[in-house]
């Protein structure tokens, strides 16, 4: 049996004064824009303020959207990145930035083949809301899809030798004549040191974690709590508009809508369990929104209900489906019961009211025809295959659709639309390309695809400052 992978961060004492490129931030977008501006020959590092490593990538738990991917050809899955992008569009409340989402719809598929030449195969499909093909590319082992992509990327990253740090604080950028030209850092040992580069991609994720900040652009939102780790502040955002950066769609903050709340660390129940077949009832045991619409969409629904939360029903199949339902049992955060009306008991629902409410929905999916609520995904399955399973859930904080605003190439722009030479972002630091609603599996997407055209971009501007 192969031995578990353990990535070591590098020793502090390797840290050097100058690298080619300086990567802030060690979630996905920063692993795969230093893999790629490496490959490109360039020397990149990887600064990282926490003591682990991944950010807010190792919470993902659906998948990563493209279109016309291998992938879904050999699932039968015949796709367009028109289709891709008006979706998104309308998912986004067309807001969404027209050439952000042009890049993004166009190089999923791309991106996934780029995952694939580095032995990071996502070769089986889902679903989430808002789409309405399989477009969710995950794992074949159907294991949730951040820790095993952020386990991959740094499989990677210890075989190339790239240097990752952790516990560094970026507390400045350096430039020089307007371009920026490094970072000042603080060490665990409370050590200040400024580190030169000819360029920086600030990949530090958004400000899910920083209740204040959320409370500047959206106070009726301060009271939720959030999916994020605990270093999702914000700090890219600082790091950016002191150097003259715009913000765009600040106050476009989204809430997941199904959380499970009842423990001392609030658990996304990932859309996946939905994507493959669950239902959302009720405390009258009663459907009340489709499922699989928006999250922004079903949020409000949940949101109406006098108790302000909700309950995930569930199979064995669903459950055989979504590996990741075995980590929230492990969790403690589901409930059984060998029929529907031991399930209902243990949860305070009504039996009968619970168990028609399945019948009804079981009839929909024979027929492909949810009367109730015109839903028209994740119905492959009913639930038939005991024994059935109950998650209690409620919105929180997920995701900032607000951050730095950037161009296609990924250059950070200025109040004037200027680019500020030497100043890269990637990921969820970034605005505008979701609009006001980010569509399960467009984050991990967002990741990989502009992580690479980070690293990319980055090479063609020192390899033009090379011939200056």
Known sequence: MAAKFQFEPTAITALKDQYDVIIIGSGSSGLVSAVQAHELGLRPVILEKMPKIGGNTTRASSGMNAAESL??????????????????????GRQNDPALLDYFASHGALALDWLAAHQIELDDLTITGGMRVKRTHRPSSLAPIGGFLI??????????????????????????????????VTLATGEERTLQSAAVILATGGFGANRTLIGNYRPDLTAYQ??????????????????????????????????????????????AVRGEGAILVNQAGQRFVNELATRKAVTAAIDQLPTKHATLILDQSVRQRVPAIEFYDHMGLVETGATLTELAAKINLPAAALTQTVTTWNTAVATQNDAAFNRKTGMSHGLKTGPFYAIRIAPAVHYTMGGVK??????????????IPGLYAAGEVVGGLHGNNRIGGNSIAETVIFGRQAGQQVYRYLTALKTE
């Open 226 to 271: 959030t999916t994020n780790q605990p270093g999702a502040t914000g700090d890219g955002l600082t790091l950016a508009t002191q150097v003259g950066a715009q913000l765009v769609d600040m106050d476009q903050i989204q809430v997941h809508p199904t959380v499970q709340q009842e423990t001392d660390h609030p658990f996304l129940i990932g859309e």
């Open 151 to 184: 386990t991959q990327l740094l499989k990677v990253i210890a075989a190339e030798k790239i240097p990752l740090f952790t516990e560094v604080t970026v507390t400045s950028l350096q430039q020089t004549e307007a371009k920026v030209t490094g970072v000042r």
């Open 71 to 92: 992938v879904q050809l050999k699932h039968h899955v015949v796709d367009s990145y028109a289709d891709f992008y008006h979706e998104t569009l309308i998912g986004g």
């Open 406 to 419: 950037i161009n296609r190439q990924t250059q950070v722009l200025n109040a004037n639309q200027q680019v």
